[in-house]
């Protein structure tokens, strides 16, 4: 079983829907939970991060966890053609390593 | 402008060569990664620093080798290359004291061993 599973899509939606990422962890000791973005040839940006259950937002962006069914989810609201990359979420194990999902490739169609 | 620069953005070789990938990054930190990454799949950890002269296997087994002489350089080298070895590497750092954030990645290199 892998410590992060992340379903890789492709999710394709219309400019402006919500969109809803969603990540499942394995291990309850995970304490730190990621989102990067990665545009394509690039390399992982830090969307957003959270350390306890419940809710973290930041503009159009929320990160939420739910540590007791091991459940991050990342929503974007009025979502935009530069949304379109992909998503990755991300947690911290021990000596403080990224664990990564898959990733999750995102196209927002104007 | 990136604090953390990895060379070359692309590289083609061919089997047996030795080849050197680079990365710097100007923020002082102590923390390094190098993780793999191939189309379409999750990043892999293949090694780690915590500092000058500390290097570290990581998750996903890996013929390369990392050196850190300096702070702020954390080479990969490949003693043979083999077209198994055909991937994107991508370099990360994160800063000492901060929790929860605070990992800068690379643009990555592009690595084809033909």
């Known amino acids: 079983q892998k410590e992060v599973e992340q379903d890789p899509g492709p999710l394709s939606v219309p400019e402006g829907a919500i969109v809803s990422l969603n990540c499942t962890y394995s291990?309850?000791?995970?304490?730190?939970f990621m989102w990067y973005r990665q545009y394509s040839r690039k390399g992982p940006e830090l969307l957003m991060y959270t350390y306890s259950s419940g809710n973290k937002e930041d503009g159009r962006f929320t990160a939420q966890v739910d540590k007791s069914s091991k459940y991050i989810s990342l929503f974007i609201r009025d979502s935009q053609p530069s949304d379109s990359a992909t998503y990755l979420c991300a947690v911290i194990q021990g000596a403080q390593k990224l664990v990564f999902g898959q990733g999750t490739r995102l196209t927002i169609n104007p | 402008e990136a604090d953390i620069y990895q060379t070359p953005r692309y590289l083609v070789i061919g089997t047996g060569k030795k080849i050197t990938l680079e990365c710097s990054q100007t923020m002082g930190h102590d923390k390094m990664y190098w993780y793999q990454q191939d189309p379409g799949m999750e990043l892999h950890l293949i090694h780690y620093s915590y500092g000058v002269n500390s290097t570290e296997k990581g998750d996903l087994s890996s013929e390369s080798t990392v050196s850190r002489i300096r702070t702020e350089h954390f080479p990969l080298t490949l003693e043979s290359a083999r077209p198994s070895h055909t991937s994107q590497y991508l370099c990360?750092?994160?800063?000492?004291?901060?929790?929860?954030?605070?990992?800068?990645f690379g643009s990555g290199t592009r690595l084809t061993v033909v």
């Open positions: 291990n309850s000791a995970f304490q730190y």
């Open positions: 990360a750092s994160r800063s000492r004291d901060k929790d929860g954030d605070g990992y800068t």
